[in-house]
């Protein structure tokens, strides 16, 4: 099970961090990402970290601003969100797979098989 917090209502400009729970489940073996879903659109990759926390990818609109980090000690993984702007409100996803690799793989939604109930995230001008 994964639960998302740390979600809200933000202005341009500011930061935010949300943070990712699991439970039931051999955490550290898992590959952690966050995707994000806007009205309208489909749900998109925003960052992901390898089982170990050595290696991550961005989504070139986030690359910069956003840092994903995990603390497998904890069962933890966040996303750090600085310099926000008002095209990235959605609702954040939190999900959790095996496969580590190609970045097609990694930024494809299906290759993850759990996924937390998302927190909103809104930013306004």
């Known amino acids: 099970q994964l639960v998302e917090s740390g979600g809200g209502l933000v202005q341009a400009g500011d930061s935010l961090r949300l943070s990712c729970a699991a439970s039931?489940?051999?955490?550290?073996?898992?590959?952690l990402a966050w995707f994000r879903q806007a009205p309208g659109n489909e749900r998109e990759f925003v960052a992901a970290?390898?089982?170990?926390?050595?290696?991550?990818v961005y989504a070139d609109s986030v690359k910069g601003r956003f840092t994903i980090s995990r603390d497998n000690a904890k069962n933890t993984v966040d996303l750090q969100m600085n310099s926000l702007k008002p095209e990235d409100t959605a609702i954040y996803y939190c999900?959790?797979?095996?496969?580590?690799?190609?970045?097609?793989?990694?930024?494809?939604?299906?290759?993850?098989?759990?996924w937390g109930q998302g927190t909103q995230v809104t930013v306004s001008k």
């Open positions: 039931g489940r051999a955490f550290s073996v898992y590959v």
């Open positions: 970290i390898s089982w170990d926390g050595a290696s991550a």
């Open positions: 999900a959790a797979g095996t496969k580590w690799g190609l970045l097609s793989t990694i930024r494809t939604a299906e290759v993850y098989d759990a």
